[in-house]
């Protein structure tokens, strides 16, 4: 099996020289048989020195890139700040992140994968695209973003700016909201293809674990789950028409029910497609931490799906000499 491995660098203590570190560290996740390493451009501070480091164990890297930290000046989810107030006195959260639909999205994130194809031409074998989506579906749909580009839409289909609540209810229009947020994340993705094609960059998603609905969905707000569909991040059509060579799903469960259950979900929605599969598993993740056994057992349920490729995603990046141990193990 072919193993990567989501990279943070959080483990660098001495971010002025961090190479010995980052070196340290290449060669525990060689050794483990790990060949590919996606490194986060927001914390990873000194991509160089990765780069270097990687070379010196001939480990490929693939840049993960976030649209709020990549595109300059992005234009983020707007809203009134009286209703800023009711979403963070409903859910104890403001969140917000470029809106999509804004024009500017889709240029300036290819704009910004062109930079980090130039500056770092030859050295990386691929781009990942985190967070291709909107802020969060449940949020968008109650509390729909008022940005020019969301309310030029809405002046044209609806002939009014702000939907009010009624409005924002009636299926015709939510069926609108969502279609050109997905035909706008999709824009996005097509726009980025172009760019890691003209650099010969390999390029694939991070994405949602959750397609449709799961029953890992309870009830909101589920910050960190989806939909995918309703944020805008459509990745079963993407796949179908090649717009990425790879999906890694960000499956991240601790409960082994809910792993086995989107990862066949993840099976039976990639069957018609010729994309690479990559499934995702959460050793320590926001949705907690798995043990070297069960990171064993989720390995070797991939191994009997028939799944070549997993992704270990790892927030604090320490990889215990168990969970190395293992990682050996799958290893090809
Ligand atoms: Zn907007």
């Known amino acids: 099996m072919q193993i990567s491995v989501w990279d943070h660098a959080r483990y660098v203590c001495d971010r002025q020289h961090p190479f010995p570190e980052m070196a340290a560290q290449m060669h525990l996740l060689a050794e483990a048989g790990v060949r590919k390493c996606n490194i986060y451009l927001p914390t990873v501070g000194n991509l160089d020195a990765y780069l270097r480091a990687a070379a010196e164990v001939s ?54 994968v062109a930079r980090v194809a130039e500056g770092y031409a030859g050295r990386l074998c691929g781009v990942q695209l985190d967070f291709i989506r909107s802020a969060n579906s449940l949020l968008s749909l109650d509390y729909p973003c008022e940005c020019d580009g969301c309310r030029a839409l809405r002046r044209k289909y609806f002939g009014y700016e702000v939907p009010t609540e009624a409005q924002r209810g009636e299926p015709a229009c939510r069926y609108k909201e969502l279609a050109w947020l997905n035909a706008n994340v999709r824009a996005a993705v097509v726009a980025v293809r172009e760019v890691t094609a003209q650099y010969g960059l390999e390029l694939s998603i991070a994405a949602r674990s959750n397609y449709l609905n799961s029953l890992d969905i309870p009830v909101p707000p589920v910050w960190g789950l989806g939909p995918a569909v309703t944020e805008g991040q459509d990745w079963v059509e993407w796949a ?71 992704y270990i995603f790892n927030k604090t990046n320490i990889y215990s000499p168990e969970c190395l141990a293992v990682l050996r193990e799958f290893a090809s």
């Open 59 to 112: 480990m490929a890297v693939e840049a993960r890139i976030h649209p709020q930290e990549a595109i300059d000046h992005p234009v983020l989810r707007t809203m009134p700040e009286t209703r800023w107030q009711e979403m963070e006195a409903r859910h104890g959260i403001r969140l917000a992140a470029p809106c999509p639909n804004h024009p500017s999205f889709a240029p300036g994130l290819a704009a910004a």
């Open 240 to 310: 179908e028409a090649g717009l990425m060579d790879a999906v890694v799903t960000m499956n991240y469960h601790t409960r082994r029910e809910y792993f086995r259950q989107n990862l066949e979900d993840h099976l039976r929605l990639l069957q018609d497609s010729r994309v690479c599969f990559c499934s995702g598993i959460g050793l320590s993740s926001s949705m907690g931490e798995l043990s070297p056994g069960q990171l064993r057992e989720r390995l070797q349920l991939l191994r009997e799906k028939g799944v070549t490729a997993a």
